[in-house]
């Protein structure tokens, strides 16, 4: 990559990193049965400002893990672990389309979107994702939810990775919201 391009892009990816203003927050999350799979929904707070804005126009692609764990509580031993998943999505402008696409790295469904504000709107709710068999979780036990989101700049190339390991803002996550589960 010639030097003029890593700085441009270094130089969007700090502007990127500056413009996370705020916090990402979970704001609800469920997991309801259906077809027999437990399902995820969750929506977030993602904070967009006019510098992440610019990155994104630039090339610099936002890539989002939400984190999900399940475990059992017992009352005298730690809680075992049931599940953990991690599902990665990243936002990435297209200016051969002039549309934000959406993509599910782990199943590689993809969404064009024609704004970032549709496209951070899509990205900031998640509606029945899969996350566990049924039979898996018996009824009886008290089960413990817990879901997160963070910035990942895992999608970035190598050598801006090793330059960006300077900027703090660059990976942020939310705290977990955990919620009570009974089968």
């Not at 036990?141 to 910035?151: H, N, W």
């Not at 190598?158 to 960006?164: A, N, S, V, Y």
Request: hydrophobic letters at 45%; a negative charge.
């Amino acid at each position: 990559m010639p030097l003029a391009a890593l700085l441009c892009l270094l130089g969007a990816a700090v502007a990127f990193a500056d413009g996370l203003e705020g916090d990402f927050v979970v704001r609800s999350a469920d997991l309801a049965v259906r077809e027999g799979v437990y399902r995820l929904d969750a929506n977030f707070d993602l904070p967009i400002g006019e510098a992440v804005r610019r990155g994104l126009a630039d090339g610099v692609p936002l890539t989002l893990e939400v984190d999900f764990s399940l475990k059992r509580v017992r009352r005298f031993l730690p809680d075992a672990d049931v599940a953990d998943l991690a599902q990665r999505y990243q936002l990435q402008y297209n200016a051969v389309s002039a549309h934000y696409v959406l993509r599910n790295d782990n199943s590689g469904q993809q969404e064009s979107l024609p704004t970032l504000d549709a496209a951070i709107a899509e990205l900031s709710r998640i509606r029945g994702l899969p996350v566990l068999d049924k039979s898996l979780v018996p009824a009886g036990p008290r089960y413990e939810a817990s879901v997160r989101a963070r910035i990942d700049y895992g999608a970035v190339p190598l050598t801006l990775r090793i330059l960006m390991f300077w900027v703090n803002e660059w990976h942020r996550e939310s705290d977990w919201y955990t919620w009570t589960l009974r089968p």
